[in-house]
């Protein structure tokens, strides 16, 4: 199993990117995935995540209504839209698949209750 994260790089305050996690090794669609980040000198923490079907996504407060997750299980992908970016948002960004239960607010936030990640993709975003 192995996840893989891009689409990172340096932008003006305002600007906007968009993250993939390609995944490989097992059925795609089995899983949860979920978006973490960690900025320098502090720890990882939740960004967002989105059911198996795509139905249902869940997001940090300091994120919503700027980021957006999609995924396609046809292609094995998630997607992180980050809209209206600020420098407060400068951090490596993790994807990460889990099978457990996703509506459990608690544990859904959880690193540990992710199984699979990939390595993180830096993103910087300039005042």
């Known amino acids: 199993v192995q996840l893989q994260a891009s689409g990172g790089g340096s932008v003006q305050a305002g600007d906007s990117l968009r993250l993939a996690c390609t995944v490989s090794?097992?059925?795609?669609?089995?899983?949860?995935m979920g978006w973490f980040r960690q900025a320098p000198g502090k720890e990882r923490e939740f960004v967002g995540a989105?059911?198996?079907?795509?139905?249902?996504?869940y997001y940090a407060d300091s994120v919503k209504g700027r980021f957006t997750i999609s995924r396609d299980n046809d292609q094995k992908r998630s997607y992180l839209l980050m809209n209206n970016l600020k420098p407060e948002d400068t951090a490596d960004y993790f994807c990460?698949?889990?099978?457990?239960?996703?509506?459990?607010?608690?544990?859904?936030?959880?690193?540990?209750?992710?199984?699979?990640w990939g390595q993180g993709t830096q993103v910087t975003v300039s005042s």
């Open positions: 090794g097992y059925t795609f669609s089995r899983f949860h």
């Open positions: 989105i059911s198996r079907s795509g139905a249902m996504t």
């Open positions: 990460a698949a889990k099978d457990t239960i996703l509506t459990d607010n608690r544990r859904r936030i959880v690193e540990g209750d992710y199984s699979y």
